[in-house]
């Protein structure tokens, strides 16, 4: 993967996340065009590459608690596929979810979608088993987030622990 991604970031906001409908739908097709196109307009944030006026990656972004985050996705052109953009898409996202003391983020993908989950694999995040703890609990459950998450019928949750609670100043006995 390529170091320096070509283009530059920016925020999609409002009407201007149309400018990643043409991307989304090579991207997507069926239920997840659909999906994707509905959270476009729904989601709190939209990340995006501009590589010559043109939009050719974009992520989905959303803070489903203080301390949870959830990347919807992650998506790239054809065209513009193994350029190392969906790399700095993921990286950009980690980051802004670090800088706000993010503890865990969430994310999914098609299960047959190889290419997604290496991608985020490629940055230390994980398949979670239905069954695991919570991660209020050091695990990477996701109980009671699951609905908020709107996953879609086929896809695999990943998750990513990325900042540790702040430790508890230990004090000395009183006496």
């Given at each position: ?51 010559d006026g043109t939009i050719v990656g974009a992520s989905m972004l959303d803070q489903l608690l203080p301390e949870v985050g959830y990347v919807y996705y992650v998506f790239v052109g054809e065209h513009h596929r193994r ?93």
């Amino acid at each position: 993967m390529p170091v320096d991604a070509p283009g530059r970031l920016i925020d999609l906001v409002g009407e201007a996340r149309d400018r990643a409908i043409p991307i989304l739908k090579e991207s997507f097709e069926g239920i997840y065009r659909w999906h994707a196109k509905r959270t476009l307009h729904e989601i709190a944030t939209v990340r995006a590459i501009e590589v010559d006026g043109t939009i050719v990656g974009a992520s989905m972004l959303d803070q489903l608690l203080p301390e949870v985050g959830y990347v919807y996705y992650v998506f790239v052109g054809e065209h513009h596929r193994r350029e190392g953009i969906g790399g700095r898409l993921l990286d950009d996202a980690l980051a802004r979810f670090r800088s706000n003391a993010t503890r865990v983020v969430y994310a999914a993908a098609e299960e047959e979608n190889v290419a997604s989950r290496e991608l985020f694999r490629s940055r230390g995040f994980r398949l979670v088993d239905r069954s695991e703890r919570n991660w209020q609990e050091g695990g990477l459950g996701a109980w009671g987030l699951r609905t908020r998450m709107r996953l879609v019928s086929g896809e695999v949750l990943l998750g990513l622990r990325i900042n540790a609670p702040a430790a508890r100043p230990t004090g000395s006995a009183s006496g």
